[in-house]
T-cell receptor
């Protein structure tokens, strides 16, 4: 089973709202990732957690705040977003944080910021 | 600078018309080349990983090959359900994605 589960599937929020995206995997993977994907573009890496510690932050604005409560869960807290933050947000996991490991992706959360 | 370039950007084929997608890369230390399939509005689905030049992998109508500078995804006798965006990604110190090839198979 290579399933990564993301909730919610769709989210609409105003610029003053606070919301969270959730991601869960039960494959025993120790690395988890957040990506942002705009239409007809490849996924852009935002954050990497390896062994529950933040190992990579790709200079993401502070209005995006990741959290890894345990090795199976990954959250992305959203606050004061801008309309240009509307995108598909993808979570992925891999066995470890090494670049040679296969990343398995969730179905994504489609975020619209009004 | 590490780069991953996919070509063509888009490809339309008739059902049954075989073709190949290309992924060329320049990285300092290849730690794996990955092919994914992505349907609109969904997450990428893992297809293959290749680690060394000369390696080949097959799955149904798809076959992936790797050389020192590029990878090909060969699609044999495609069907309309093979229509999707195919993403190539290269592992160096992190994963770098190409822009993808949008494949459309006409019935």
């Amino acid at each position: 089973d290579t399933e990564v589960t993301q909730t919610p599937k769709h989210l609409v929020m105003g610029m003053t709202n606070k919301k969270s995206l959730k991601c869960e995997q039960h494959m025993g993977h120790r690395a988890m990732y957040w990506y942002k994907q705009k239409a007809k573009k490849p996924p852009e890496l935002m954050f990497v957690y390896s062994y529950e510690k933040l190992s990579i932050n790709e200079s993401v604005p502070s209005r995006f705040s990741p959290e890894c409560p345990n090795s199976s869960l990954l959250n992305l807290h959203l606050h004061a977003l801008q309309p240009e933050d509307s995108a598909l947000y993808l979570c992925a996991s891999s066995q470890s944080g090494l670049a040679g490991n296969i990343q398995y992706f969730g179905a994504g959360t489609r975020l619209s910021v009004l | 600078e590490d780069q991953v370039t996919q070509s063509p950007e888009a490809l339309r084929l008739q059902e049954g018309e075989s073709s190949s997608l290309n992924c060329s890369y320049t990285v300092s230390g290849l730690r794996g080349l990955f092919w994914y399939r992505q349907d609109p509005g969904k997450g990428p689905e893992f297809l293959f990983t290749l680690y060394s030049a000369g390696e080949e992998k097959e799955k149904e109508r798809l076959k992936a090959t790797l050389t020192k500078k590029e990878s090909f995804l060969h699609i044999t006798a495609p069907k309309p359900e093979d229509s999707a965006t195919y993403l190539c990604a290269v592992g160096d110190d992190k994963i770098i994605f190409g822009k993808g090839t949008r494949l459309h198979i006409l019935p």
